[in-house]
C-alpha cells in the first residue's frame, strides 16, 4: 500500500479522494434522512446555510473548526513521528487547567501579562501531560495508543475532582472554577472588526483562530524546512534507518509527543479564555477524538487539516440549525451524520482508492499509446 500512494497526483491524493469520501458519507446520510420521510436535499440546503447562510453561523463554525484545528495538528505532528496520540482529550483538559491556574496567578497584575502567561501554561501543561507517556514508550517500550488512553481518563478524574475541590467557585454547586478577573480573555471576532471600522454579528469566535493558523504555519514549517522537522519524519518513517543516520529515535519520540501535547492543550485558549472564562468540567466535548478525524481527512497536512476542520465545524453548526429546523432530525442523528463522515473520512479512507489508481493508470496507458 505505500508503494500504491505514489501513483496518484497530489490532486487526487489530498482532494479527490477526501472528496468521495465525503460525497459518501452524505449519501448513507441522504438515505437514512429519507427513511424518516424527511427531504434529504433540504435537510443539506439547511445544514449549509445553517453554517455558512448568516455572520453568526459563520462565527460559531469557525469557532468549532479552531478547536478541530489544534486537535487536529497534534494529531499529525504525532503521527508524522510514527506516534498515534489518542491522548487528545486529557491534554487539552491539562491544558485548560494550566492556563487557568496561569490567570489566577497573574490576573489581578496585568490581564495582558494574563493572556501570555495563560497561552503558555496552556502548552506547557498540554506537553507535560504528553511526556509520561511519551517516555514510558521511549524508555520502556510501552505502547503509546495504551497509555494516552489511560491518561485521558486520569486527566478527566483529575479535573473532576480539582472542580469540585480546590479549584471550585466559592459557594458554588457546579464543577467549576470561579470567573476570571475583569479584563482577562481573548478578543472576539466582532470587537475585533469592529475596531478596524467592520461590522460583524456576535459570536463566540476569537482571537484563538488566529493562533490556530500560526501554529498550522509552525507546524507546517517546521515539518517541511528545517531540520528537525526532516529527521522526526524519517524516525517517524523508519527507526532503524533513523538510528543508522544518528538521529535520537528516543528523544524524537519524547520532542515530537511534547510538541503534539502542547498543540492539544492550547485547545483551551479557544474554549476558556476565549469564551467560559473560568475554568468547567468536561469542556473539551470530544475535540480530542474527532481531531484524530480531521487529521487523517486532511492527509496529516496542515492545510488539509484547516480545511478538515472546517467541515466538521459546519456540521456542528450547521447540524444545531438543522435539528432545530426539522424536529424529525433529531442531536442524535446529527451526531450519526458526523460519525459517518468519520467513519469514510477516516477508518475508510481508501475505500476508493483501488478504482481510481485503475482509472488513473488506463489513462496513462492511453496516453502512452
Known amino acids: 500500500m505505500v508503494g500504491a500512494h505514489k501513483k496518484l497526483p497530489l490532486w487526487a491524493e489530498a482532494g479527490l479522494l477526501p472528496a468521495?469520501?465525503?460525497?459518501?458519507?452524505?449519501?448513507?446520510?441522504?438515505?437514512?434522512?429519507?427513511?424518516?420521510g424527511e427531504d434529504p436535499f433540504l435537510?443539506?440546503?439547511?445544514?449549509i446555510d445553517g453554517a455558512f447562510g448568516f455572520q453568526e453561523a459563520i462565527g460559531y463554525t469557525f469557532y468549532y473548526a479552531t478547536n478541530f484545528v489544534f486537535t487536529g495538528l497534534a494529531v499529525s505532528v504525532a503521527y508524522h513521528a510514527g506516534?498515534?496520540?489518542?491522548?487528545?482529550?486529557?491534554?487539552?483538559?491539562?491544558?485548560?487547567?494550566?492556563?487557568?491556574?496561569?490567570?489566577?496567578?497573574?490576573?489581578?497584575?496585568?490581564?495582558?501579562?494574563?493572556v501570555l502567561c495563560a497561552i503558555i501554561g496552556a502548552a506547557a501543561f498540554g506537553a507535560a501531560w504528553?511526556?509520561?507517556?511519551?517516555?514510558?514508550?521511549?524508555?520502556?517500550g510501552s505502547h503509546i495508543v495504551i497509555t494516552t488512553i489511560m491518561f485521558n481518563f486520569i486527566a478527566s478524574a483529575l479535573l473532576a475532582y480539582l472542580l469540585v475541590g480546590p479549584l471550585?467557585?466559592?459557594?458554588?454547586?457546579?464543577?467549576?472554577?470561579?470567573?476570571?478577573?475583569?479584563?482577562?480573555?481573548?478578543?472576539?471576532?466582532?470587537?475585533?472588526?469592529?475596531?478596524?471600522?467592520?461590522?460583524?454579528?456576535?459570536?463566540?469566535?476569537?482571537?484563538?483562530?488566529?493562533?490556530?493558523?500560526?501554529?498550522?504555519?509552525?507546524?507546517?514549517?517546521?515539518?517541511?524546512?528545517?531540520?528537525?522537522?526532516?529527521?522526526?519524519r524519517v524516525a517517524g518513517k523508519n527507526h532503524a534507518a533513523a538510528r543508522f543516520?544518528?538521529?535520537?529515535?528516543?528523544?524524537?519520540?519524547?520532542?515530537?509527543?511534547?510538541?503534539?501535547?502542547?498543540?492539544?492543550?492550547?485547545?483551551?485558549?479557544?474554549?476558556?479564555?476565549?469564551?467560559?472564562?473560568?475554568?468547567?468540567?468536561n469542556f473539551t466535548l470530544g475535540y480530542g477524538f474527532v481531531g484524530i478525524a480531521v487529521a487523517f481527512m486532511g492527509r496529516n497536512h496542515?492545510?488539509?487539516?484547516?480545511?478538515?476542520?472546517?467541515?466538521?465545524?459546519?456540521?456542528?453548526?450547521?447540524?444545531?440549525?438543522?435539528?432545530?429546523e426539522m424536529?424529525?432530525?433529531?442531536?442524535?442523528?446529527?451526531?450519526?451524520?458526523?460519525?459517518?463522515?468519520?467513519?469514510?473520512?477516516?477508518?475508510?479512507?481508501?475505500?476508493f482508492r483501488d478504482p481510481i489508481e485503475r482509472l488513473f493508470m488506463r489513462f496513462q496507458s492511453r496516453e502512452a499509446v
Request: aromatic letters at 8%.
Open 302 to 324: 496542515p492545510i488539509g487539516i484547516m480545511l478538515a476542520a472546517i467541515l466538521f465545524g459546519a456540521l456542528y453548526q450547521g447540524g444545531a440549525e438543522l435539528a432545530f
Open 168 to 232: 471550585q467557585r466559592p459557594g458554588g454547586q457546579m464543577p467549576e472554577s470561579a470567573d476570571f478577573p475583569d479584563g482577562v480573555g481573548l478578543m472576539h471576532a466582532h470587537d475585533l472588526f469592529a475596531a478596524v471600522g467592520f461590522e460583524f454579528e456576535q459570536s463566540p469566535l476569537n482571537v484563538s483562530a488566529l493562533i490556530a493558523l500560526v501554529c498550522a504555519f509552525a507546524v507546517w514549517f517546521m515539518l517541511t524546512r528545517t531540520r528537525f522537522g526532516y529527521e522526526l
Open 83 to 114: 506516534l498515534f496520540n489518542i491522548g487528545g482529550e486529557g491534554q487539552a483538559m491539562l491544558g485548560g487547567l494550566g492556563l487557568t491556574l496561569a490567570v489566577f496567578l497573574v490576573g489581578d497584575t496585568s490581564p495582558l501579562l494574563a
Open 130 to 140: 504528553a511526556f509520561i507517556p511519551a517516555w514510558l514508550q521511549a524508555r520502556r
Open 327 to 351: 424536529p424529525s432530525i433529531t442531536r442524535d442523528l446529527i451526531v450519526m451524520i458526523q460519525g459517518l463522515v468519520i467513519l469514510f473520512a477516516g477508518a475508510m479512507e481508501h475505500l
Open 245 to 281: 543516520a544518528g538521529i535520537p529515535v528516543a528523544r524524537m519520540t519524547i520532542v515530537a509527543m511534547m510538541l503534539s501535547g502542547a498543540l492539544a492543550g492550547m485547545m483551551g485558549l479557544n474554549e476558556i479564555l476565549g469564551e467560559q472564562l473560568r475554568l468547567i468540567g
Open 20 to 36: 468521495l469520501n465525503l460525497l459518501a458519507a452524505f449519501l448513507v446520510s441522504g438515505l437514512v434522512i429519507w427513511g424518516l
Open 43 to 47: 435537510a443539506l440546503s439547511l445544514l
